[in-house]
């Protein structure tokens, strides 16, 4: 059986402003639409399911985000997840400058959780904490501009 990664899912709180952050770092918008009916109660398990949708992708469009805005039924908000908790976790990006992208991140007020890292002199890597809490990992490969 051939298995091939298509994208993340992620239901974020304000889909406008998840767009800019991951726009403003390099991703595209590669499609937006509203969707609801019975094949999305039925692939997502959930009544009623209705929401406003965004693909985004990486410039080398190896990538893909799907981002999630529900319209009903009403998004449940929760604490944002720790790096030390099971499941879902994070996205990761390799970026070419490790500080444009947190300059980047800035502007969103979008901070690392704690500082940037250097990982054996192979990569410069931080987590920040973006829209809708998302943890998001910046690394930048040491070596390369």
Not at 28 to 53: M, P, Q
Not at 88 to 93: D, P, S, V, Y
Request: net charge negative.
């Amino acid at each position: 059986m051939a298995i091939k990664l298509e994208n993340v899912g992620i239901a974020v709180e304000d889909l406008e402003a998840t767009i800019a952050f991951f726009t403003d770092l390099g991703l595209s918008v590669v499609g937006r639409d509203t969707v609801s009916g019975e094949w999305t109660d039925t692939a997502v398990g959930l009544d009623g399911n209705h929401a406003k949708i965004a693909m985004l992708q990486t410039p080398d469009g190896h990538g893909s985000i799907e981002l999630f805005e529900y319209i009903h039924p009403d998004a449940i908000a929760t604490t944002p997840t720790l790096p030390n908790e099971i499941g879902m976790h994070r996205i990761a990006f390799s970026v070419d400058d490790i500080d444009e992208a947190l300059q980047i991140a800035a502007r969103h007020g979008c901070h690392p959780l704690r500082g940037v890292a250097n990982y054996q002199d192979v990569y410069k890597l931080t987590y920040v904490r973006g829209p809708s809490g998302i943890i998001v990992m910046l690394a930048q490969e040491l070596g390369k501009s």
